[in-house]
Nanobody, 113 residues
Framework: QVQLVESGGGLVEPGGSLRLSCAASGFTFSRVPMSWYRQAPGKEREFVASIASTGRYTNYADSVKGRFTISRDNGKNTVYLQMSSLKPEDTAVYYC??????WGQGTQVTVSS
């Protein structure tokens, strides 16, 4: 069965960095575009970033453009989200999703001093 397992979340001060990982199994990872979404308390889940199956093309929400970088390692069946210059408004549960509409369980990111 499909599994998407996020890791790397935690508490970080404003201006800090974190790298999230999403380990995938149960499907042909190298053929499937991947995305990151997030959901802040009391808000709807929103798109953060996406990456094509080859990794050649990426797309970002305006709110994270220039601060976050999505990447993937098809040899490790893993997609990453490198987050820098973090702001309190980046606080949310971060989810990875494949283009087959499978979701991970999420990892909490809290940006606070």
């Amino acid at each position: 069965q499909v599994q998407l397992v996020e890791s790397g979340g935690g508490l970080v001060e404003p201006g800090g960095s974190l790298r999230l990982s999403c380990a995938a199994s149960g499907f042909t990872f190298s053929r499937v575009p991947m995305s990151w979404y997030r959901q802040a308390p009391g808000k709807e889940r929103e798109f953060v970033a996406s990456i094509a199956s080859t990794g050649r093309y990426t797309n970002y929400a305006d709110s994270v453009k220039g601060r976050f970088t999505i990447s993937r390692d098809n040899g490790k069946n893993t997609v990453y989200l490198q987050m820098s210059s973090l702001k309190p408004e980046d606080t949310a549960v971060y989810y990875c999703k494949n283009s087959l509409n499978d979701w991970g369980q999420g990892t909490q990111v809290t940006v606070s001093s």
